[in-house]
T-cell receptor
Framework: GEDVEQSLFLSVREGDSSVINCTYT??????LYWYKQEPGAGLQLLTY?????DMKQDQRLTVLLNKKDKHLSLRIADTQTGDSAIYFC????????????FGTGTQLKVEL | GAGVSQSPSNKVTEKGKDVELRCDPI?????LYWYRQSLGQGLEFLIY????????KSGLPSDRFSAERTGGSVSTLTIQRTQQEDSAVYLC?????????????FGSGTRLTVV
């Protein structure tokens, strides 16, 4: 199946780390992605990880992939108010063409 | 163009009317996708065009929905006899067609409200 699930809300204080989690069911994923959606805007690609990797770091962002548990996470270090947005994980599947399956999105709220 | 352009950005229509939503992808991108985002929901795949291949229409929710892509560039999503449950943000995205690390580039969406 192609279910991708995320928790709906996360609230953190400015300066803390945020961890957004995602679980998926299809083991034939090739790439997994994190997108950010700010109010009234489309989705912006933040980062991605290839399925044979365990971790990827990009400045304040760290992506962890546990293929055994089909679990993907995005850690944002030193979270800022500008990080407040909806974060979507997505997967592309072997043999699925370039179609991405998206999670339900996690709304991150950063409080002062 | 520099990005994916969608028009109109907002559309209010009466129940039962037909609407057309337009997407202008990034020049040179061979793949084009339509998704729907309803309030509090994730992104629902609608349809996918890749080059000259037959489109993947597996996500279209009913036969009131159709899409075409002329000349491998601009795409139009048409919803006939709109219903209130069609109210959503319709997002278009394009990619190079090889997918992978570059993912998609999304437009800002068309917010459709059916009254």
């Amino acid at each position: 199946g192609e279910d991708v699930e995320q928790s709906l809300f996360l609230s953190v204080r400015e300066g803390d780390s945020s961890v957004i989690n995602c679980t998926y069911t299809d083991s034939s994923s090739t790439y997994l992605y994190w997108y950010k959606q700010e109010p009234g805007a489309g989705l912006q690609l933040l980062t991605y990880i290839f399925s044979n990797m365990d971790m990827k770091q990009d400045q304040r962002l760290t992506v962890l992939l546990n293929k055994k548990d089909k679990h993907l996470s995005l850690r944002i270090a030193d979270t800022q108010t500008g990080d407040s947005a909806i974060y979507f994980c997505a997967e592309s599947l072997t043999g699925g063409g370039n179609k991405l399956t998206f999670g339900t999105g996690t709304q991150l709220k950063v409080e002062l | 163009g520099a990005g994916v352009s969608q028009s109109p950005s907002n559309k209010v229509t009466e129940k039962g009317k037909d609407v057309e939503l337009r997407c202008d992808p990034i020049s040179g991108h061979t793949a084009l996708y339509w998704y729907r985002q309803s309030l509090g929901q994730g992104l629902e795949f609608l349809i996918y065009f890749q080059g000259n291949s037959a489109p993947d229409k597996s996500g279209l929710p009913s036969d009131r929905f159709s899409a075409e892509r002329t000349g491998g560039s601009v795409s139009t999503l048409t919803i006939q006899r709109t219903q209130q449950e069609d109210s959503a943000v319709y997002l278009c995205a394009s990619s190079t067609g090889s997918g992978g690390a570059r993912g998609y580039t999304f437009g800002s969406g068309t917010r459709l409200t059916v009254v």
